[in-house]
């Protein structure tokens, strides 16, 4: 009986290292381009194509668009009042810093979301993750 706890002991020690194998021992990434995307329920949609190199992101493109499918750029939120226009733009500039941060933070975890632009920050942060999974 003695023998068997432990060796019940030793499996679930052994079962705990390995399921937290990445934080002990670090992930490791394929190099090469990997997407992510999240749909958002209101059909806003956030891309993300990274690319990976010695286990780094090197680069990282991050595409939003709108419920009905356009590109979130310059003409974002045009077609609604002046203040509506001026938010969506402050939004569409704030999220461009998004894929410099990733870069320099290289953890999505770690990054802070910029005011104006938090919910493309909540779908670029799921999406990475998307994209990080398909890399390993």
């Not at 003409?75 to 226009?85: Q, T, V």
């Not at 493309?120 to 990475?128: D, E, F, H, L, S």
């Amino acid at each position: 009986m003695k023998k068997t706890l432990i060796l019940i002991a030793v499996f679930v020690v052994i079962g705990g290292v390995f399921a937290m194998k990445d934080k002990f021992f670090g992930v490791t990434y394929r190099d090469g381009v990997y997407e992510g995307e999240y749909q958002a329920d209101d059909g806003e949609n956030t891309k993300v194509i990274l690319t990976l190199k010695d286990n780094r992101i090197v680069a990282c493109v991050l595409e939003a668009r709108d419920a009905l499918g356009n590109i979130k750029d310059e003409n974002h939120g045009r077609d609604g009042s002046a203040e509506d226009f001026r938010q969506a733009q402050r939004a569409v500039r704030e999220m461009k810093k998004y894929p410099d941060m990733l870069i320099e933070a290289q953890d999505v975890d770690t990054m802070d979301s910029i005011s104006g632009a938090s919910v493309t920050y909540k779908a670029m942060r799921i999406a990475v993750h998307e994209a990080l999974k398909k890399a390993r």
